[in-house]
């Protein structure tokens, strides 16, 4: 994710920045969850309407960061 601020987000994590490391976890862990729920046959079917509703939040913490990430560039 963000491949042109890889060294802005190592330098954010570095630094300890908890609202950066807030964001950025929350995001890895719905993207984890999401995959498990898609990688299952079942959950994926009987689950489509919750599995699109945390991919929208992951969009969103996506453009969270990405301002974010903007104003510490």
Do not use: C, W
């Not at 890895?28 to 699109?52: F, H």
Request: net charge negative; no cysteine; glycine share 2%.
């Amino acid at each position: 994710m963000f491949p042109e601020y890889r060294e802005l987000i190592t330098q954010l994590k570095t630094d300890n920045d908890l609202h950066f490391i807030k964001l950025f976890d929350e995001h890895n862990e719905l993207d984890t969850q999401i995959d498990n729920l898609e990688k299952d046959p079942v959950a994926s079917v009987s689950r489509a309407e919750e599995i699109e509703g945390l991919k929208r939040k992951k969009l969103a913490l996506k453009d969270e960061l990405y301002q974010y990430l903007l104003t510490k560039a």
